[in-house]
């Protein structure tokens, strides 16, 4: 079996963007699996007592964190622009990541966070959304409106009850099988490290 690390992401979350891009072939490298999970992080940030990012809470962190990012993407080679407004809201994109087959879900995300912060694009449109579906799925419509469903909406709430019950407070954050926590996407690859060293060993059968 194995290992096993749960992949908590927020779609208006920029470290998130570049760890969504390179989550897969890290993982890979490790053969460890990786539970792509969507949450909303304005409920957990509530419970904090903070009503928007930290980083527009604190401007000298969010100067920081938009030069960080700058350095972080051009090492990857990917685009990075800043939505306008930051933190987007981004309701709709948790709603269709949730309602989609979980096979399907890493390759939506990779869209949209490329739409994001690639483009600048506003993900809390359903045009956009629908373009992000379509390089991913035939039937855009069809997930569009799975995600307005009660389902839905009630499964994306209890992953975010989940999340912070599990310990999480910002994105991205990765939790081993053990229940150990890390945050950031720099601690990705720790993540993954952990997972690996501290999977659970198979049982041998009774000789």
């Given at each position: ?14 470290y ?12 890979a ?13 304005g409920?957990?940030?509530k ?18 964190m ?14 990075f622009?800043?939505p ?10 948790a ?12 390759a ?57 019950k ?14 150990e ?7 990705l ?19």
């Amino acid at each position: 079996m194995s290992p096993v690390v749960t992949f908590w992401l927020e779609f208006a979350s920029t470290y998130t963007y570049p760890a969504v891009m390179r989550a897969e072939a890290e993982a890979a490298k490790r053969g460890v699996a990786l539970i792509w999970r969507p949450l909303l992080l304005g409920p957990i940030f509530k419970n904090q007592g903070m009503n928007t990012s930290p980083f527009n809470l604190f401007p000298g962190r969010g100067r920081y964190m938009i030069r960080d990012m700058e350095r972080i993407c051009g090492a990857l080679e990917i685009a990075f622009k800043l939505p306008d407004p930051f933190p987007q809201n981004s309701l709709l994109a948790a709603r269709c990541a949730t309602a989609l087959a979980v096979e399907d879900r890493p390759a939506f995300v990779r869209e949209a966070f490329t739409m994001a912060f690639g483009e600048g694009a506003q993900i809390s449109e359903p045009d956009v959304m629908r373009e992000a579906l379509k390089r991913v799925v035939q039937d855009a419509d069809a997930v569009i409106a799975r995600a307005q469903s009660d389902e839905v909406k009630g499964a994306l709430r209890a992953a975010t009850e989940e999340a912070e019950k599990a310990g999480v407070f910002g994105a991205p954050t990765f939790v081993c099988a053990d229940g150990e926590v890390f945050w950031g996407n720099d601690r990705l690859e720790a993540a993954l490290d952990w997972a690996k060293d501290h999977a659970p060993k198979e049982r041998l059968g009774a000789i």
